[in-house]
């Protein structure tokens, strides 16, 4: 029986599922339940184990799916007339309506995931967080699509695509954006869609209004915004790498212990369509490859991928002037036959316009005097 026990707490631990353990400390007969009994109670209110039957059941439950929503363990007392027992500190007494009577102790203790922390970048302070994480007991995540982690190799994760963030963020994760520049924005716009319970950003306050700025031209409500915390850390006057990364990992220690409840596991994880390997940018038409694409944009439900930051500012500006169906017919300006664009095997580029040809003799005769048959064209 309790080999079971420990193989189903490490089978919920390997999943990231949160779990209460219920043990029967003292009993006086009549009871089911003896000490040393155990059983562990999930998100779901399902129990596993033996701690007393339908009696003490209900209670131990609901006790325990409250102690996973406020983070807190309680000792509780069930017996038929718990206004007649001494009350003792700490133990909280509950009546059953079972006639056959007796007494049971339970402690009831939430069980969670580590915290989890998850770094962007890979410079001197992500190097140093990484290793501060793992000596603070944090599941340490590392986001390093430049280098693919080759210098961060000690995080239980390596994560090379901005786009797989969102996939590494449980209720109990904890982010810190630290580029220092190179692509803030990028990465916020994938860490504010899967709502960590804490943003950091390592930038300057200027560098912070400049994230702001693009963030929210890129649509990005402020009531999202609020939840960036720039420049991240407690102020200890830190100035090295290491000493910056201490900073941080105190503050994100100080919110974890003074949220007013646990993280809310209830939820269930927001589920991300898959992700292509290659787009196409809408822009300049090139192919981007997603795993590594730092210029990303949603428009009306869509993500769309970008070669860099002039595309997306174009695109940005005026969305409907990239995504207008583009004709797949073309009309050869010499010889007025239809050309069908995408298996043309003559073209032209003139005055920013391009000319498709059913054959090569059109497309000298066009280049050798354009405007004479643009200007026919006019005319007819």
């Given at each position: 029986?309790?080999?079971?026990?420990?193989?189903?707490?490490?089978?919920?631990?390997?999943?990231?599922?949160?779990?209460?353990t219920?043990?029967?400390?003292?009993?006086?007969?009549?009871?089911?339940?003896?000490?040393?009994?155990?059983?562990l109670?999930?998100?779901?209110g399902?129990?596993?184990?033996?701690?007393?039957?339908?009696?003490?059941?209900?209670?131990?439950?609901?006790?325990?799916?409250?102690?996973?929503?406020?983070?807190?363990?309680?000792?509780?007392?069930?017996?038929?007339?718990?206004?007649?027992?001494?009350?003792?500190?700490?133990?909280?007494?509950?009546?059953?309506?079972?006639?056959?009577?007796?007494?049971?102790?339970?402690?009831?203790?939430?069980?969670?995931p580590?915290?989890?922390?998850?770094?962007?970048?890979?410079?001197?302070?992500?190097?140093?967080?990484?290793?501060?994480?793992?000596?603070?007991?944090?599941?340490?995540?590392?986001?390093?699509?430049?280098?693919?982690?080759?210098?961060?190799?000690?995080?239980?994760?390596?994560?090379?695509?901005?786009?797989?963030?969102?996939?590494?963020?449980?209720?109990?994760?904890?982010?810190?954006?630290?580029?220092?520049?190179?692509?803030?924005?990028?990465?916020?716009?994938?860490?504010?869609?899967?709502?960590?319970?804490?943003?950091?950003?390592?930038?300057?306050?200027?560098?912070?209004?400049?994230?702001?700025?693009?963030?929210?031209?890129?649509?990005?409500?402020?009531?999202?915004?609020?939840?960036?915390?720039?420049?991240?850390?407690?102020?200890?006057?830190?100035?090295?790498?290491?000493?910056?990364?201490?900073?941080?990992?105190?503050?994100?220690?100080?919110?974890?212990?003074?949220?007013?409840?646990?993280?809310?596991?209830?939820?269930?994880?927001?589920?991300?369509?898959?992700?292509?390997?290659?787009?196409?940018?809408?822009?300049?038409?090139?192919?981007?490859?997603?795993a590594?694409?730092r210029?990303?944009?949603?428009?009306?439900?869509?993500?769309?991928?970008?070669?860099?930051?002039?595309?997306?500012?174009?695109?940005?500006?005026?969305p409907?002037?990239?995504?207008?169906?583009?004709?797949?017919?073309a009309?050869?300006?010499?010889?007025?036959?239809?050309?069908?664009?995408?298996?043309?095997?003559?073209?032209?580029?003139?005055?920013?316009?391009?000319?498709?040809?059913?054959?090569?003799?059109?497309?000298?005769?066009?280049?050798?005097?354009?405007?004479?048959?643009?200007?026919l064209?006019?005319?007819?």
């Open positions: 029986m309790y080999h079971a026990f420990f193989s189903k707490a490490q089978e919920l631990l390997d999943q990231n599922k949160p779990f209460a219920a043990v029967v400390v003292r009993a006086e007969k009549p009871t089911s339940g003896k000490p040393g009994d155990k059983a109670i999930t998100i779901d399902v129990m596993y184990g033996w701690v007393g039957g339908s009696c003490s059941q209900p209670t131990v439950i609901r006790e325990a799916l409250k102690s996973l929503k406020d983070g807190k363990s309680r000792f509780i007392r069930l017996s038929p007339d718990p206004e007649k027992l001494t009350p003792r500190e700490g133990l909280i007494d509950f009546p059953v309506t079972c006639f056959s009577g007796g007494t049971l102790e339970i402690y009831i203790e939430p069980q969670f580590h915290p989890r922390l998850l770094v962007i970048g890979s410079l001197p302070v992500a190097r140093a967080l990484v290793s501060l994480g793992k000596v603070m007991h944090y599941e340490v995540v590392s986001v390093d699509p430049d280098d693919a982690g080759k210098s961060l190799m000690e995080a239980h994760h390596v994560v090379t695509s901005l786009a797989d963030i969102s996939h590494y963020v449980h209720p109990d994760t904890y982010v810190v954006v630290a580029t220092h520049g190179s692509y803030d924005e990028a990465a916020l716009e994938y860490v504010l869609k899967a709502k960590p319970r804490y943003i950091g950003l390592v930038a300057s306050q200027k560098r912070f209004q400049a994230v702001l700025d693009y963030l929210r031209q890129a649509g990005v409500p402020d009531s999202e915004l609020e939840h960036i915390k720039a420049p991240a850390g407690l102020d200890i006057q830190a100035q090295q790498g290491e000493e910056i990364a201490l900073s941080i990992l105190a503050e994100i220690v100080q919110q974890r212990h003074n949220a007013p409840e646990s993280a809310d596991w209830s939820k269930p994880l927001v589920e991300q369509e898959p992700v292509p390997d290659v787009a196409i940018d809408p822009v300049c038409g090139m192919e981007v490859e997603t590594s694409a210029y990303v944009y949603d428009y009306e439900g869509k993500t769309y991928y970008f070669c860099g930051e002039g595309c997306i500012n174009s695109f940005v500006q005026n409907q002037q990239y995504l207008q169906p583009k004709p797949s017919i009309i050869d300006p010499v010889c007025h036959m239809e050309v069908d664009i995408a298996t043309a095997h003559y073209q032209s580029e003139y005055q920013g316009t391009t000319y498709y040809f059913c054959a090569a003799g059109c497309k000298t005769r066009f280049d050798k005097d354009p405007e004479r048959y643009l200007n064209i006019q005319i007819t």
